[in-house]
């Protein structure tokens, strides 16, 4: 029986591969970091200058990314004494006005480290349904109207799952999975979850350590299956979203904070500074093309543009390195410190810095070069830590109190 049902699950996870997500717009910023995770918008154009279009103001406090899908824009929040208040907010992309906003309570753990807050992780959309998780384990799904379908106290089935500053891995969708990544030094373990009904599709036990790292999305090629990425202190598994089944490990350490990145069948690892990664079409453990110690991204997740990838130091300088054998070029000090990792279109990158400074930076210049610059009005005793999110020739950007969108 068992194995008709796996079978029956692989079969659904075939059809939907072939047209993966089909109902997200080319358009979308879908999740962290965009398509694929990768922080990249294939058609999107960075503006040439930066200037407020519209700001909206936000409730309570939050470090999540917003997400975009077709002529919306959806966010989460949290607010209250304790931030007990879970918001989500959808607003249109045109105007910044409120479309609907929906207020939950928190069933779980509403700790966290002073600098961060309960709503870190981002949210993540199919194109069909809004999924989204606090740092406090609760998970939601609402249709694009605004309408609840199903929510999961996950603290109430996994009660030792927390730490002590706070969770932020952000989900992601492959098919008909959610992703849930709940590391801590207690009860850790990742979810397959059912993306109609909130149920559990597999369960993980993960290594105990903390780990504010996401999951990412990874096709071999074309004709491959998408798979989850994890990542963790350990190093990497690739997982069947669809049945929870591992399929290979790099078990050479990562980073707990800043994320992996993959670009055209390699994947490129924060671990020992950045590692270059080309898994086994196989099922063999992946194959190690170069490494460089000198391009340690810090917390903040690297950037592929081109052929070339991009990393910020904790020094805020950064540093591009050819994608084929890692060989380091120009460097560039920015205006930091970030936490923000960046994103990009065409030949350029959006950089924001927590003390709100927007930094363009042109990739094709010698030395590379910041074109365009932007400082934000933040409220007192607030920063920037959230990634920012792309869609036309538009750039999204969230501080604890607004949701600003920058445009020429």
């Keep these: 029986m068992k194995r008709r049902i796996a079978l029956k699950t692989s079969f659904i996870v075939l059809i939907t591969a072939f047209s993966l997500q089909p ?34 103001e936000l409730p309570g406090r939050g470090l999540s990314s917003p997400i975009i899908v077709g002529d919306k824009v959806f966010i989460t929040a949290a607010s209250g004494p304790k931030q007990e208040k879970l918001h989500v907010i959808c607003m249109k992309v045109a105007d910044g006005s409120k479309v609907w906003e929906r207020q939950l309570k928190a ?49 109430v089935d996994y009660v030792n799952a927390s730490n002590s500053l706070g969770m932020a891995s952000s989900p992601i969708v492959v098919g008909e999975t959610v992703v849930v990544v709940i590391e801590n030094d207690s009860e850790s373990y990742s979810l397959g979850i059912d993306v109609n009904t ?3 599709i597999w369960k993980m036990d993960r290594p105990k350590a903390a780990n504010w790292s ?32 591992r399929l290979w490990e790099y078990t050479d350490g990562a980073s707990t904070m800043s994320s992996s990145v993959a670009a055209n069948g390699i994947i490129y690892a924060p671990s020992h500074g950045l590692t270059a990664l080309k898994p086994d079409k196989n099922g063999g453990a992946p194959e190690q093309l170069w490494r460089s110690e000198q391009l340690n991204p810090s917390t903040i997740s690297p950037v592929v543009v081109g052929d070339s990838i991009y990393s910020i130091n904790s ?83 969230r501080s604890d109190g607004h949701l600003w969108k920058l445009g020429e």
């Excluded at 994103?343 to 709100?356: D, F, L, N, T």
Aim: net charge neutral; proline share 5%.
């Design 198 to 200: 909130g149920r559990n």
């Design 315 to 397: 020094a805020s300088v950064m540093t591009v390195a050819a994608l084929k054998d890692g060989e380091r070029g120009w460097k560039l000090r920015l205006t930091g410190p970030f936490s923000a990792s960046p994103v990009a279109a065409g030949k350029k990158i959006v950089v924001v810095s927590e003390k709100g400074v927007v930094q363009i930076v042109d990739t094709t210049a010698l030395e590379g070069a910041v074109t365009a610059q932007l400082s934000l009005s933040l409220l007192e005793n607030q920063h920037i830590l959230s990634t920012p999110s792309l869609q036309g020739n538009s750039v999204f950007v």
């Design 23 to 56: 109902s997200v717009f080319p358009s979308d910023w879908p999740q962290f970091r965009g398509p694929g995770s990768t922080g990249y918008a294939t058609d999107s154009k960075i503006p040439e200058t930066l200037k407020v279009q519209w700001a909206a």
């Design 107 to 155: 069933t779980g753990r509403t700790m966290s480290h002073e600098k961060t807050n309960v709503a870190a992780p981002s949210p993540c959309s199919d194109g069909k349904r809004i999924f989204a998780l606090w740092s406090c384990n609760d998970l939601v799904a609402f249709d694009l109207d605004g309408n609840l379908l199903w929510t999961r106290g996950l603290t």
């Design 214 to 245: 996401s999951p990412i999305v990874f096709k071999a090629d074309d004709q491959s299956l998408p798979v989850v990425v994890l990542q963790s202190k350990d190093g990497l598994v690739a997982v069947d979203a669809a049945t929870g089944s």
